[in-house]
Antibody, heavy 122, light 113 residues
Framework: QITLKESGPTLVKPTQTLTLTCTFS??????????VGWIRQPPGKALEWLAL???????HYSPSLKNRLSITKDTSKNQVVLTMTNMDPVDTATYYC??????????????WGQGTMVTVSS | DIVMTQSPDSLTVSLGERATINCKSS????????????LAWYQQRPGQPPNLLIY???TRESGVPDRFSSSGSGTDFTLTISSLQAEDVAVYYC?????????FGQGTKLEMK
């Protein structure tokens, strides 16, 4: 059974850096063509893709947020970490990590964590 | 960025009736090298994470009921629920994964009459 779980702070102050950890089980990020991504959803709004890291450490970022994002993996711990700098109230959202569908070239997300709500407020 | 536009924004359908949701991309998501459309559909029930329904525009994910189907190619796609069930009440999203950023539509809220 594949599971993913997000963890991190629920409240951050403006200008601070957010660090979120996705801990997963049931698959390995050393296996072709696995990948884990981050997607967020502001309250009552649509989904927004943020970043994706592949088994071979290939990283994809949303161009509009690229300067603020970093995605890394620790395969020994089965974790993927997302950092987002210079947080703003508009970044208030539920942040999801999700496994990329294990098909070459496919970047749909078949297994999602439950999400973690992050509020940006002073 | 590829803009994904869904229609309608909301939809009310009776139990057992057909529901149709449209998704239009601002540019083609059909990859010429493999003739695949880089398009997925998700269902998001209230308070839940999204659930993958369809990928490659028409391939149903394992475990998804066959009342869900999708068609289309290039820039225009349709998700059809052939006979609405109570558990289908949700928001539905399309997503393109042809090029970064892998954008989602704004969502279509499906309610039961």
């Amino acid at each position: 059974q594949i599971t993913l779980k997000e963890s991190g702070p629920t409240l951050v102050k403006p200008t601070q850096t957010l660090t979120l950890t996705c801990t997963f089980s049931g698959f390995s990020l050393t296996t072709i063509p696995e990948g884990v991504g981050w997607i967020r959803q502001p309250p009552g709004k649509a989904l927004e893709w943020l970043a994706l890291i592949h088994w071979d450490d290939d990283k994809h970022y949303s161009p509009s947020l690229k300067n603020r994002l970093s995605i890394t993996k620790d395969t020994s711990k089965n974790q993927v970490v997302l950092t987002m700098t210079n947080m703003d109230p508009v970044d208030t959202a539920t942040y999801y990590c999700a496994r990329k569908l294990a098909l070459p070239g496919n970047r749909a997300f078949d297994i999602w964590g439950q999400g973690t709500m992050v509020t940006v407020s002073s | 960025d590829i803009v994904m536009t869904q229609s309608p924004d909301s939809l009310t359908v009776s139990l057992g009736e057909r529901a149709t949701i449209n998704c239009k991309s601002s540019q083609s998501v059909l990859h010429s090298s493999n003739d695949k459309n880089y398009l997925a559909w998700y269902q998001q029930r209230p308070g839940q994470p999204p659930n993958l329904l369809i990928y490659w525009a028409s391939t149903r994910e394992s475990g998804v009921p066959d009342r869900f189907s999708s068609s289309g190619s290039g820039t225009d796609f349709t998700l059809t629920i052939s006979s609405l069930q109570a558990e289908d009440v949700a928001v539905y999203y399309c997503q393109q994964y042809y090029t970064k950023p892998y954008t989602f539509g704004q969502g279509t809220k499906l309610e039961m009459k």
